[in-house]
């Protein structure tokens, strides 16, 4: 028998799906990377990675098609956040860009002036805040695209399935709204139907939301069917231990965490107050599970292509804290007087390695473009 074909040990190699979890990790990283900077240059870099790695590794399925989507809300974002600064923000700064006429509101709307002049620095610094909070709104589409809502859904924790399903419900409106305009549009194509315009988003609006809702009713029904929401009998003391449990790492985590940014604190204090929480809910959340009666047939594994994305999300957050600690200045572009953004290397190095999951992460089943051939000799 000879074997041909991207076979390995494991079936590391072979095309299979990266486990959720994992995608979901790395663009967090990525999006907390860039709620802490505003440097421009960064934040196109950001929005670059998350790019090539869909590009690279986003599936051939309906769901996977919302980054494009969440690119334009990103922009559309910019464009009223710049709009908004012009015509009802406060203009600061010296260099004059646009001199708009002014309309002074009654003082029951808190005295606000419509219009009036623009400055290029009130500009800049409205741009900057724009292309941040568009560019977290990238990273998770990004992460929209290359996780599968269901594959995510099967790998939330027993003990939080209540919250699980909500969460993966919302996270996952998005990829089915894109996957039903999709076919909307094609269903008009095909009938010799305008696909662009108000009347065609008017014609659309119906069909779209009845397709969600009718998406929303089959998961609910499948979740049901298989037993989503039943549990094992506890005990009281059981289930009020475990819930004292839950409860109580919260509360150290959110002690050390407050303890981390004031600085009241030593360090070492809150990171022992974190490590406790961590250790409590954990505790809890495995004590609770095995009130669930739910089980998962063939879970996504996690091995060295998870890890390896894992320790790229965690460069990038290290990366940027580091920087932000040390050289605020190199991630806080300066709009008072406006100054060419700096390019900090370390930050860049780790969005480097932040993009090398695009090469290094199997191909999903469904983009898979080298099949495995198999073949018997007698």
Not at 216 to 238: H, K
Request: hydrophobic content about 55%.
């Amino acid at each position: 028998m000879t074997i041909t074909g991207p076979v390995a040990l494991g079936s590391q190699s072979l095309p299979r799906w990266i486990h959720p979890g994992a995608w979901w990790l790395w663009a967090l990283a990525l999006a907390l990377a860039a709620s802490r900077t505003t440097n421009p240059l960064l934040l196109i870099l950001i929005v670059t990675v998350a790019g090539i790695v869909v590009y690279r590794r986003r599936p051939n399925a309906p769901w996977a098609r919302s980054f494009s989507f969440f690119l334009a809300l990103g922009a559309v974002i910019i464009v009223i956040r710049v709009v908004a600064q012009a015509i009802l923000g406060a203009s600061f700064g010296t260099v004059l860009v646009v001199d708009l006429p002014s309309v002074q509101l009654p003082t029951f709307m808190a005295g606000l002036t419509l219009g009036g002049p623009v400055y290029l620095e009130s500009l800049l610094g409205a741009l900057y805040d724009g292309m941040r909070l568009a560019t977290i709104i990238a990273c998770v589409g990004a992460a929209n695209s290359l996780a599968s809502p269901t594959r995510l859904l099967k790998s939330v924790p027993a003990a939080l399935y209540e919250v699980g399903v909500a969460v993966v419900v919302a996270v996952s409106f998005v990829p089915r709204l894109v996957e039903h305009v999709v076919s909307t549009r094609h269903t008009r194509k095909l009938r010799g139907r305008t696909t662009r315009g108000v009347r065609a988003i008017a014609g659309s609006a119906v069909p779209v939301l009845h397709g969600a809702l009718e998406s929303s009713v089959v998961l609910a029904a499948a979740m049901d069917s298989r037993g989503y929401g039943r549990r094992a009998p506890v005990s009281t003391m059981s289930r009020r231990t475990t819930s004292a449990a839950v409860l109580i790492g919260l509360v150290c985590v959110v002690i050390g965490s407050y303890g981390l940014l004031s600085p009241g604190m030593p360090a070492i204090v809150a990171i022992a107050f974190i490590l406790l929480g961590l250790f409590g809910s954990a505790a809890g959340l495995w004590w609770a599970s095995k009130s669930r009666t739910r089980t998962v047939y063939r879970p996504d594994p996690w091995w060295l292509p998870e890890w390896l994305l894992a320790a790229s999300a965690i460069g990038v957050v290290v990366a940027f804290i580091y920087v932000g600690n040390m050289f605020p200045a190199l991630l806080v572009t300066s709009t008072m007087p406006p100054a060419i953004p700096a390019l900090p290397m370390l930050c860049v190095i780790a969005l480097v390695c932040a993009a090398t999951p695009g090469w290094f992460t199997p191909r999903p089943p469904l983009h898979s473009s080298t099949p495995v051939v198999v073949e018997v000799r007698t």
